[in-house]
């Protein structure tokens, strides 16, 4: 009993020590349950289809990235945050494909009853049924055993660079993809083209992006994000008035915000290109399979050189549901 409340005390002195230094209590990650996992143990005996691509090996020097030094993770390095899948409702299916009714039309008779007795006002929607296969999104990477042994080392390679790549990818599939090829049907597809409500020309970026605002609220929806590029978004901080004044940069919040919208800066949009919405009704987001990673050996000639074969897939199907809660167009 003496022994076990010396090694709880250690143990605690231990995670003080990790909170001092910013590593935090320790606690099971992706790569860390994978690691434990009864399927991960067994991976010896399963066998993929996968060609052999440019290998991921440890050079051994003593200041080498990938070799242990103390470090908590892998230096994550240069990767943009991803938020535009957030804003779309998300459900998981066990379907290949999603086949759901999707309003086209309506015709809205609510209305004060004019007397007791008298009929209510008939209102009529149109539907026709959307059928959406789901895709699969993925990529593989070969790695050097040495890189697979170290748990520390998988789990940071995983977190950081396999799932975060993935994710980019996916978020260039909800916003680019045509529906051709395999590719989800992407929002920027499907948008209603931006058309100015004023019979005066707009041209400045603030001024555009707001009369796109009031588009998306004239087709009876509530947008609630604008997707910017980068360098979109800088232009739009560094705006100035007359008198060399910041228009937004200055006075915005921690949070990308315009004309009361949050602004999703993403890489995946084209310079030059906006695109205004309510994505929450704008489009429903089905998950086959949520982001998952799988580990062989026997793969080509890995065992002859010492490698293993690492792949994080996903499942989904993007649904368009009202076209005209997107609005889209150049700056």
């Known amino acids: 009993m003496f022994d076990e409340k010396i090694a709880a005390a250690l143990s605690g002195i231990v995670d003080i020590q990790s909170f001092l230094v910013g590593m935090g209590k320790p606690r099971p990650s992706f790569g860390e349950s994978l690691l434990k996992s009864a399927e991960f143990k067994a991976f010896q005996d399963k066998r993929t289809d996968l060609v052999t691509k440019a290998n991921i090996i440890g050079t051994g020097a003593a200041n080498d990235p990938l070799v242990h030094g103390g470090k908590p993770f892998i230096d994550a390095g240069v990767r943009q945050p991803l938020t535009l899948r957030q804003l779309l409702p998300a459900f998981p299916t066990l379907a290949g494909a999603i086949e759901l009714p999707v309003k086209t039309s309506s015709t809205n008779a609510a209305a004060i009853q004019d007397r007791e007795g008298t009929a209510h006002g008939e209102s009529a929607y149109g539907f026709e049924s959307s059928f959406v296969p789901v895709q699969t999104l993925g990529h593989w990477v070969p790695a050097s055993n040495q890189i697979f042994e170290d748990a520390?080392?998988?789990?940071?390679?995983?977190?950081?660079?396999?799932?975060?790549?993935?994710?980019?990818?996916?978020?260039?599939?909800?916003?680019?993809?045509?529906?051709?090829?395999?590719?989800?049907?992407?929002?920027?597809?499907?948008?209603?083209?931006?058309?100015?409500?004023?019979?005066?020309?707009?041209?400045?970026?603030?001024?555009?992006?707001?009369?796109?605002?009031?588009?998306?609220?004239?087709?009876?929806?509530?947008?609630?994000?604008?997707?910017?590029?980068?360098?979109?978004?800088?232009?739009?901080?560094?705006?100035?008035?007359?008198?060399?004044?910041?228009?937004?940069?200055?006075?915005?919040?921690?949070?990308?915000?315009?004309?009361?919208?949050?602004?999703?800066?993403?890489?995946?949009?084209?310079?030059?290109?906006?695109?205004?919405?309510?994505?929450?009704?704008?489009?429903?987001?089905?998950?086959?399979?949520?982001?998952?990673?799988?580990?062989?050996?026997?793969?080509?000639?890995?065992?002859?050189?010492?490698?293993?074969?690492?792949?994080?897939?996903?499942?989904?199907a993007l649904v368009i549901t009202n076209s005209t809660a997107m609005v889209t167009g150049t700056l």
């Open 152 to 316: 520390g080392q998988l789990d940071g390679f995983i977190r950081s660079e396999l799932l975060s790549d993935l994710a980019a990818a996916v978020e260039d599939q909800l916003l680019n993809g045509d529906g051709t090829n395999s590719q989800l049907t992407g929002l920027l597809d499907n948008a209603t083209a931006y058309s100015q409500s004023s019979p005066i020309t707009y041209t400045g970026r603030l001024d555009i992006l707001r009369d796109a605002i009031y588009q998306v609220q004239l087709a009876k929806f509530r947008p609630n994000a604008i997707v910017l590029h980068p360098l979109d978004w800088r232009n739009v901080e560094v705006s100035k008035d007359s008198q060399n004044r910041h228009l937004v940069g200055l006075h915005s919040a921690t949070e990308p915000m315009l004309w009361g919208l949050p602004v999703i800066v993403s890489m995946s949009i084209a310079s030059g290109t906006f695109l205004v919405g309510d994505f929450s009704r704008a489009a429903m987001l089905f998950e086959r399979e949520t982001a998952g990673v799988q580990i062989a050996r026997h793969d080509d000639a890995n065992f002859q050189k010492g490698l293993v074969t690492i792949r994080a897939t996903e499942r989904m």
